[in-house]
Structures are given as structure tokens and as C-alpha cells.
């Protein structure tokens, strides 16, 4: 839900500062960390970067979105309906005034460091999605025969994530696939 230019949402999306401030610091729900998938209107599917079909089988398109730069959103202006109208469980708390920015501006700082602590060797070209979802540990040994970081770690790390991004930003019921 960022802009390319990282400015602050359209003034017509009724969001407040601070929760303008959360979204172009977070772009959690663009960058694959908190779904796999974003769903589209029937309309917008001759324009989506890559196509999929919901569990419920609906179009969508998959996360990290690929329209999604290091600068926010490069089509802001003209992004899918689901992009405009997504509020996380995060952001539906500092608008309704049940988490102040500098606390919520913590937890997105803080889901962004344990992401980064889970996905720390994991595959290159893997999404973070992909990275966090390793599954139940295995043994691994380098070929000195001495332990690389444990897949053990790796999964208890990813674990964390989940709960933070659980207990956080995902709205109940709605973790595999953006819904509002």
C-alpha cells in the first residue's frame, strides 16, 4: 500500500496521518509476509502481473507483488481494488485509536527485524513467503561435516514471525489471502 514516491494514501482513502505514516513504513501486505496471494475483481485480470486462483477459486495474483519496488508501488495510482481498500489488523487499530503510531511503527519494525532473522540463509531467489515456511527441522551438515545454522533455528525463527504476524497484522480467518 505504498507509493512509489512514498507519499501518504489518497486523500479520498479517509485513512489518518499516522496510519498513512504505518502503511508507507510497513508494505508488509505487498512484500509476501503476510499472504501468498492478493485477490482481484474479474476486471482487473487482464492487467495483474502474474495470475492465480484463490482456494475459493477466484483470480488473483501472487505475492511478493511484482509491481513492488524498493520505492513502494509503482502503479499506486491505478493499484487493484484489493490494494486500496486492505487494512490490516495493525492499521485498523492505530485508526481506531487502540494503538498510537509510535507503538504500532515499533511492531512493523519489529516484524521486519524477525523476517529478517528467519530468512537469513534461506534460499536466494526465494520469496520471503517461501523462506518462512520451511517446515518441521531436519538435520543439515556443511561439507566440513561441522552444523550450518540448524534448520531447527531456522523454524523456530519462522515460527516467531507467524506469531507476531498473527497476533499483529493478520485479521482472523483472513491468512491466506487479502480480505478486508
Do not use: W
Request: proline fraction near 6%.
Amino acid at each position: 500500500m505504498r507509493r512509489q514516491d512514498n507519499a501518504v494514501p489518497d486523500e479520498d482513502s479517509g485513512q489518518p496521518d499516522d496510519a498513512a505514516r504505518l502503511c508507507v513504513e510497513c508494505g508488509l501486505c505487498c512484500n509476501g509476509a503476510l499472504f501468498t496471494h492478493a485477490k482481484l475483481e474479474p476486471s482487473e485480470t487482464d492487467r495483474a502481473p502474474s495470475s492465480t486462483t484463490t482456494p475459493e477459486g477466484g483470480p488473483a495474483f501472487h505475492l511478493p507483488c511484482p509491481l513492488l519496488t524498493d520505492a513502494g508501488c509503482s502503479i499506486y495510482e491505478t493499484r487493484f481494488g484489493i490494494c486500496r481498500s486492505f487494512r490490516c489488523a495493525l492499521l485498523r487499530r492505530v485508526t481506531a485509536g487502540e494503538v498510537g503510531i509510535d507503538e504500532g511503527l515499533a511492531r512493523v519494525a519489529e516484524a521486519k527485524r524477525l523476517i529478517a532473522r528467519a530468512t537469513d540463509g534461506a534460499p536466494t531467489g526465494a520469496t520471503i513467503a517461501e523462506r518462512l515456511r520451511l517446515g518441521p527441522p531436519t538435520v543439515s551438515l556443511d561439507g566440513d561435516g561441522g552444523s550450518t545454522r540448524t534448520s531447527a533455528q531456522q523454524y523456530l525463527a519462522s515460527v516467531a514471525v507467524d506469531m507476531h504476524l498473527d497476533r499483529h497484522f493478520r485479521i482472523r480467518n483472513k491468512r491466506f489471502g487479502m480480505a478486508s
